[in-house]
């Protein structure tokens, strides 16, 4: 069993630290210090933008949403005849269709029947004219230089992808900065009473008991695509924001879980880079509650197997330029909730044999019931919400003025 222990101890640190730590002293080595390629200057293609683009978002139902995204789209600082957003309504019951035809001058709306988001991509590619297409959610917000620092690195032939970096409300400077959320809980309802439905949302999110965590950890998972990009090319893309060179799109399988992950890796094996740079910025909501975060991990793990499948040519070390990335970051992840039971297994036989073996199976144990006592806060956080949503607004109704 001794040999068991040690392994899996080896697998878990070396994913989580060893790793990382490659990574670092790499970036060290190149003494690139981790910039996103230092081969090429990415202001002159700011200044100077020479590609068109084509937006595609995917949306189901999100009639609610989607006036104030395509908004946002339509005011971001590109040149809007170098720019085309291509909206993909999967099957939306909702006004969807009715809010695309008031953008209809400057949207390419297309219907299809629901078949999810895959095949709503590749509707959306076959309308896509631009050299560079740009994939995009319903829900986030794009900062205003967002394209053009997205572009920015397409002047390196090399470089088949870019993902920007997607801010999370946990690592806000309102958050940091820890100012008063009672303030912003007023102009919340204010909103609401307004009508903005998108304001409950907001208010879950910043109920939420898990969003400094999980903005812990998405700060941690940019660190290592950031060195990653250094080495070579990331290992996927943020789905928020992200863009490749529409040449190399191939169509994505109809059962398709993470596009995200399938599409760059498949701009990789083409032989080209997938570059992460941090000055194009999205912005989102943290999950609200540990059920959407699990429902999100039990997601990227069932995406990564089924990547495996649908690419096999990522295990060939001869097919795969990044395979000892791809078996460092993706397989390592995938194998450490398997050596985390072979290591805790392990500890109880050998926990009657040394101090050491005891004080490490005493130190799994206490891990493990911390993240029982989370769940239990969390647990209670959820009734209590639960309870604050029966609760009646009895404050009086912000009177609202009509225009002239």
Known sequence: MTW?????????????????????????????DCELNPSINPQSAIRNPQYTISIVLAARNEGARLPARLDNLLSLDYPAENR????????????????????????????????????????????????????ADARQVFAPD?????????????????????????????????????AHERRLRAREQAGDRRVEERRRTLRSTIADGVGLYWKYEKAMRKMESVVDSTLGATGAI????????????????????????????????????????????????????????????????????????LLMPWANRVWLQYVSHKLGRLAVPYALLALFASSVVLAATSAFSFVALGGQVLLYLLAGCGALIEMNARRKDEAFARIPNTEPRIPTVEAA
Not at 161 to 178: I, M, Q
């Open 146 to 182: 967002a394209l053009r620092e997205l572009v920015a690195p397409f002047a390196d032939p090399k470089v088949g992808g870019v993902t920007g970096e997607l801010l999370l409300d946990a690592e806000s400077p309102c958050r940091r900065a820890g100012r008063d959320r009672r």
């Open 4 to 32: 068991v222990f040690w392994c899996s101890a080896v697998v878990v640190l070396y994913v989580y630290v060893g790793y990382p730590m490659l990574l670092r002293v790499y970036c060290g080595l190149r003494n690139a």
């Open 84 to 135: 085309q957003i291509v909206v993909v309504s999967d099957g939306s019951t909702d006004n969807t269709m009715d809010v695309l035809a008031r953008y209809a001058k400057d949207v390419v709306a297309v219907s299809v029947p629901p078949s999810g988001k895959a095949l709503a991509l590749n509707a959306g590619l076959a309308h896509a004219t631009g050299d560079i297409v740009v994939f």
């Open 242 to 313: 992200y863009a490749i060179r529409r040449a190399l799109f191939r169509p994505l399988p109809a059962d398709t879980i993470l596009d995200d992950v399938l599409t760059p890796m498949r701009v990789v094996l083409a032989g080209y880079r997938v570059v992460f740079n941090e000055r194009a910025k999205a912005f989102d909501r943290a999950a609200v509650d540990a059920d959407a975060e699990a429902r999100r991990k039990v997601r990227t793990l069932a995406g990564n197997y089924q990547i495996l499948a649908l690419e096999p040519r």
